[in-house]
């Protein structure tokens, strides 16, 4: 009757009630039978600092059933790891760092029952989040020498108490000073002069534990006199197999250069939070990218076959060419990169039609492989392009053609995804770049249906970029006072109107110039792909994978006659710069020189190269 008193039955239905809508607005991501109740004890008594996500939850995924990918939690073997999904600012600076913006520190928040915080996190104002930030539970079951111990003492590594550092208030970074036997693992910040409380972190016993190394520069401070110095970077793991990084900074002042340290997949199965094969088809159809050829491009991708198909010479040393057969059943796989060559057929027009390639037979080559001691995935998207056409270089306000300089046969590209596997979400994506590379946030791209990455393929280059724009790339070894001289004569030239070579553009660099932009020719990955190796499943390879010589001959130039070619239509008074300048192309300029297969290049089992 209304007014009535509850039952102790309606009582529990509204504690049971209150309690589901506690994980469920916790644990709003993808799919998973991830139940552990969150731990009220991790937030400070009458807290009242916002709770912020960074967004890295992203776009919730449906998963099929299976295994141990996306429960939430990953079982690195005694150690029980969960990606901390909401945060607490600490203490923010507004000055110095990236772009002067400042810096802020952040506490894991609402994390499960049992789960403990094993450091801080901090990231520079002006960037979004870019890694995951873990938390542990010990499940070893051995109350003496269990995997977290609290620690013994702190030490101050630096205040910014007294300085001018765009604050609000003072802050504190400590290092925990762990037992015998166990590491620390990241830094604790106060608001408070006083020593943390010894619960509000926990260290890892050692053999949990792998070595780091100092990574990106995240912030910094030094006064003139050299006093109240610190330093803060992000670390990655010194090996990449079974080290798991667990998103912390590292602090030092001056005279301190201690080290942290991350996890380690110490379980006899370190992959089985992997996905399974419908896991790994629902990562793809969700996350694959659209790819964005160049109005201008004339040199698009195909599948492998249809290059074999239609005319593909296989040279090896003291036997005549021949023709490639089936898959590449012919081609050798254990020899060296320059035993072999493959390159476009010697009549001219099954040579032109090769060299355009066919992007309606084009076909994405998906490798599986775990990352980041088996808490992620990598799908490593390659594109494979039948030839690479010649480079352009930017001076100052004017773009060169360098003609052939830049060509070869065959070209291997890839982007490659990284979704973590507590939750089965995109966290990076990385884009090739002339050898090298970068990652990126999804929040960096244009998303198609919300989940999907929009990339763009350089004009005959092929570079992968994240926006429809152009881009330069000085070389590295060019001393700076040259670019600031090339920069002035140029400008003084534009302002004088002294020659016609001078135009005006809305790009002024000096460098290989990449442009990018949106056409009709398009390339959807989910619609065309095949995984053609998936590294802890038993899974036939294609032949041609095994292949260990180069796609492509290879051919050195003159580059000195090409460079001064290429001056000799440039004016007087910039020549014997330009000359210079044109001279620290990059080697792989200096001729053509086709590459080797995907799966002989360092990134197939190593890191990717940024």
Request: with cysteine; proline share 7%.
């Given at each position: ?202 260290c890892v016993r050692s053999d949990f534990t792998d070595l780091t190394k100092v990574d990106r520069w995240i912030w910094g401070h030094k006064m ?162 039948p030839f690479n056409g010649g480079e352009r270089f930017q001076l100052g306000p004017h773009t060169i053609n360098l003609g052939k300089i830049g ?204």
């Amino acid at each position: 009757m209304p007014g009535a008193p509850f039952s102790k039955f309606s009582l529990h239905v509204y504690e049971t009630f209150f309690i589901i809508l506690q994980i469920v607005c916790n644990t709003s991501y993808a799919s998973n039978d991830f139940s552990t109740l969150l731990n009220p004890n991790n937030n400070v008594e009458n807290d009242t600092r916002p709770i912020v996500s960074f967004d890295i939850i992203g776009q919730s995924l449906s998963y099929p059933a299976g295994g141990e990918f996306g429960k939430g939690t990953i079982d690195l073997g005694g150690l029980e790891v969960y990606e901390a999904l909401y945060f607490k600012k600490i203490w923010e600076t507004h000055s110095g760092g990236p772009k002067g913006l400042g810096v802020s520190f952040y506490e894991p928040t609402s994390i499960p029952v049992g789960f403990n915080v094993i450091g801080h996190y901090c990231k520079p104002n002006s960037m979004a989040m870019l890694t995951s930030v873990l938390t542990a539970k010990d499940t070893t079951h051995d109350p003496s020498h269990g995997a977290l111990k609290s620690p013994i003492d702190y030490t101050l590594i630096w205040t910014s108490k007294g300085l001018n550092v765009s604050q609000r208030q003072d802050g504190y970074i400590w290092l925990p000073v762990p037992p015998d036997g166990y590491k620390a693992i990241g830094h604790i910040v106060t608001t408070s002069p006083e020593k943390p409380s010894l619960d509000k972190v926990r260290c890892v016993r050692s053999d949990f534990t792998d070595l780091t190394k100092v990574d990106r520069w995240i912030w910094g401070h030094k006064m003139q006199s050299g006093l109240s110095m610190v330093d803060l970077h992000t670390t990655k793991p010194k090996t990449r197999a079974l080290s798991v990084p667990t998103g912390m900074f590292l602090a030092r002042n001056g005279s301190n250069t201690h080290e942290l340290v991350c996890l380690k997949m110490v379980k006899t199965d370190p992959y089985s939070a992997m996905p399974n094969s419908l896991q790994i088809r629902t990562m793809i159809n969700a996350y694959a990218p659209w790819v964005y050829f160049h109005p201008d491009e004339q040199y698009f991708p195909s599948s492998v076959l249809w290059f074999f198909e239609h005319g593909a010479e296989l040279h090896q040393r003291d036997q005549p060419p021949r023709l490639v057969i089936n898959d590449g059943d012919n081609l050798p796989n254990n020899g060296t990169a320059d035993d072999a060559f493959l390159d476009l057929p010697q009549d001219q027009p099954s040579k032109e039609r090769l060299q355009k390639g066919f992007l309606a037979d084009a076909v994405a080559y998906i490798h599986v492989k775990p990352a980041l001691g088996g808490t992620c995935t990598d799908l490593a998207i390659w594109l494979y392009y039948p030839f690479n056409g010649g480079e352009r270089f930017q001076l100052g306000p004017h773009t060169i053609n360098l003609g052939k300089i830049g060509e070869h046969v065959s070209d291997w590209e890839h982007i490659t995804l990284r979704v973590e596997n507590f939750h089965g979400t995109l966290h990076g994506v990385y884009l090739s770049q002339h050898a090298k590379g970068n990652w990126f946030t999804p929040s960096e791209f244009e998303l198609m249906n919300g989940t999907r990455p929009v990339v763009y393929a350089s004009l005959h280059g092929h570079a992968h970029y994240s926006t429809p724009t152009s881009f330069i790339h000085t070389p590295e070894n060019l001393d700076s006072s040259v670019i600031r001289m090339l920069y002035d004569e140029f400008q003084m030239m534009n302002d004088s109107r002294k020659s016609s070579f001078v135009k005006k553009d809305s790009v002024v660099g000096f460098g290989v110039r990449d442009d990018t932009a949106k056409s009709k020719n398009l390339m959807d990955i989910a619609s065309t792909y095949n995984v053609v190796c998936v590294d802890y499943m038993k899974l036939g390879i294609e032949p041609w994978l095994d292949y260990t010589g180069r796609w492509g001959p290879k051919i050195t130039y003159d580059i000195i006659k090409d460079v001064t070619d290429l001056a000799n239509t440039l004016p007087d008074n910039v020549k014997e710069v330009i000359i210079k300048v044109l001279q620290q192309l990059p080697p792989k300029l200096h001729g053509e020189e086709g590459p080797q297969g995907p799966k002989m290049k360092e990134s197939w089992t190593g890191d990717e190269p940024v």
